[in-house]
């Protein structure tokens, strides 16, 4: 069954350093997620990407946040200066289509992000 | 404003059968969506409701009123396995995109 993978699975950073978590979402799908989930809270939606673009952003996501799919297959989240409210699991999702049949969202394992 | 509301713990035994209700309040909908939740791990879909009525998916049903904002995600013949957090999302918008999450129900199945 197709799957959502996410790299690293674990990435521990010091304060101020930017960081890169990878994606791949599933490969027919057309619309893409991430999420963030602090220890011990709810599932946060940071930013919807489709069709090259962002599509929807929360207040969580902002300017040292970004976006990109550099190739046909992965999809990235970028941290330009983490700090330490930015630990949390990071977890990418990717669906087929926005509404109806095929809208469920899929969710890769997840990368651990811890700022020191 | 958002809000969905879930019961944060719930305890039940092998065999048994569950409901776990969720409530939400948002500015729109566009479909209720369950998922299961292992501890350290990513959120696996269960169901997804948009219309009113029940939707059966082998032990896992889910509920849905629109009128009264409200879902239940019924579990039947209980396993260990089921332990896990339930997830209650909604998406606000069919243009939309995010799902809100409620913060979940950890359900504890005991022998």
């Known amino acids: 069954e197709p799957e959502v993978t996410q790299t690293p699975s674990h990435q521990v950073t010091q304060m101020g350093q930017e960081v890169i978590l990878r994606c791949v979402p599933i490969?027919?799908?057309?619309?893409f997620y991430w999420y963030r989930q602090i220890l011990g809270q709810k599932v946060e939606f940071l930013v919807s990407?489709?069709?090259?673009?962002?599509?929807?952003k929360s207040e969580i996501f902002d300017d040292q946040f970004s976006v990109e799919r550099p190739d046909g297959s992965n999809f990235t989240l970028k941290i330009r200066s983490t700090k330490l409210e930015d630990s949390a699991m990071y977890f990418c999702?990717?669906?087929?289509?926005?509404?109806?049949?095929?809208?469920?969202?899929?969710f890769g394992p997840g990368t651990r992000l811890t700022v020191l | 404003g958002q809000n969905i509301d879930q019961p944060t713990e719930m305890t039940a035994t092998e065999g048994a059968i569950v409901q776990i209700n969720c409530t939400y309040q948002?500015?729109?909908?566009?479909?209720l969506f369950w998922y299961q939740q292992h501890a350290g791990e990513a959120p696996t879909f269960l169901s997804y409701?948009?219309?009113?009525g029940l939707e059966e998916k082998g032990r896992f049903s889910s509920f849905l009123s629109r009128s009264k904002g409200y879902s239940y995600l019924l579990l039947k013949e209980l396993q260990m396995k089921d332990s896990a957090s339930y997830l209650c999302?909604?998406?606000?918008?069919?243009?939309?995109?995010?799902?809100?999450f409620g913060k979940g129900t950890t359900l504890s199945v005991s022998s």
């Open positions: 999702a990717s669906s087929f289509r926005l509404a109806g049949v095929g809208n469920e969202q899929f």
């Open positions: 999302a909604v998406n606000e918008d069919q243009a939309g995109t995010a799902l809100i």
């Open positions: 990407f489709y069709n090259n673009e962002i599509s929807e």
């Open positions: 409701n948009v219309l009113d």
């Open positions: 948002t500015s729109g909908f566009n479909g």
């Open positions: 490969s027919n799908h057309l619309y």
